[in-house]
């Protein structure tokens, strides 16, 4: 049975160990019921959700696109970007995107102090060590070019589309980019005392070379604000084949895409399209194989679980006032976080 009471402990145990300050929880249960747990603030306080911007909405876009058949998921991304001049660039697909299984060796981090237009031209010029799908290589490089694909696709901004297909639908009143254009600043949660910029980081983007993009559009890497509540709604849609509450807002076949593992087994990792699949470090020891989920660098996580019918939602502020130098603690936080509530339902 779902006991909020284990769960406010489980945060105040976090905060205790110094994880984060402030942190909002939220679970969509196997009744359809959404519950939300906060601590230290409201339960709607906007939150930077850095790398879950890769699936809501990135890679959850293309693969609508796919379901309906406006893209290929064997498509040549060089049809899109003809200006991809790596090696392989003939070789290069959707697939490879939507899988993080390009070999991209270069943090994006250290192109930051770049314009945006050289940060892209370091992409698309970059040179591979090995061929595509060989492994999995998880970075921002693929998502940002997948973001490029969507829009040169349809002709609108990841903004647009993710409003169209998912925000407005689902009532995701408080998600998306430019969160100061629509909301006072003391809304937002702070994230991180930032050394690179000299200032406070709130209501701006955190990944600093999605920032420095940001000046040409918003890029598929990084970027989104986001709620509890409105997480809530898109992880439970995707839970229920594109389906909330009776009323189709996604192709049917998407939960099989994102709870599936898309590689072949001499790749020897695991991975579903566009959604990180069955990985412990984060989803914890109670998850099924099916459990499909996303991490975001400021202290954000999504883990489902198909055959549950339940998922976790996890925004915090881990990186403030400053960034600790790896994921480890917030991960094993996010995994407790899931094992007491995948124990509980």
């Not at 696709?153 to 629509?182: A, I, Y």
């Not at 809530?232 to 998407?254: C, H, I, S």
């Not at 695991?270 to 202290?299: C, D, H, I, V």
Request: hydrophobic share 40%; net charge negative.
């Amino acid at each position: 049975m779902f006991d909020q009471t284990s769960i406010q402990a489980l945060l105040q145990q976090g905060k205790a160990q110094g994880i984060f300050s402030k942190a909002v929880a939220g679970f969509v249960l196997p009744d359809g019921s959404r519950h939300v747990v906060a601590l230290d603030t409201a339960e709607d306080t906007l939150f930077d959700i850095a790398s879950l911007t890769k699936v809501c909405p990135t890679s959850t876009l293309a693969l609508c696109s796919i379901l309906r058949g406006e893209l290929d998921v064997d498509a040549k991304v060089i049809d899109f970007i003809p200006e991809l001049h790596t090696n392989y660039r003939d070789d290069i697909r959707i697939f490879h995107l939507l899988t993080h299984s390009l070999d991209y060796r270069v943090p994006m981090k250290t192109l930051r102090t770049l314009p945006p237009e050289k940060i892209l031209e370091a992409l698309f010029t970059y040179q591979f060590q090995i061929p595509p799908g060989k492994a999995f290589n998880y970075g921002n490089p693929p998502s940002v070019l997948l973001g490029i694909v969507l829009n040169r696709l349809t002709g609108k901004s990841l903004q647009q589309l993710g409003q169209e297909t998912f925000f407005e639908p689902l009532q995701m009143n408080r998600s998306g980019w430019d969160p100061l254009d629509r909301f006072p600043k003391e809304q937002i949660m702070p994230t991180e005392e930032c050394e690179f910029r000299g200032r406070t980081i709130q209501g701006e983007i955190h990944d600093e070379s999605a920032w420095v993009l940001r000046k040409l559009f918003p890029v598929g890497s990084a970027g989104m604000f986001s709620i509890v509540p409105d997480l809530l709604r898109f992880v439970q849609m995707v839970l229920n084949d594109g389906v909330f509450e009776g009323k189709t807002v996604a192709p049917k076949g998407l939960l099989d895409l994102v709870s599936h593992n898309a590689f072949a087994p001499e790749v020897g990792a695991e991975t579903a399209l566009g959604w990180e699949l069955n990985a412990e470090r984060f989803m914890g020891s109670r998850r099924s194989p099916r459990t499909f989920g996303k991490t975001g660098f400021t202290g954000a996580s999504i883990v489902a679980d198909p055959e549950k019918g339940a998922a976790v939602v996890l925004l915090s502020n881990f990186t403030w006032p400053h960034r600790e130098p790896s994921a480890d603690r917030i991960n094993q936080f996010r995994a407790a976080l899931s094992d007491l509530f995948f124990g509980q339902v």
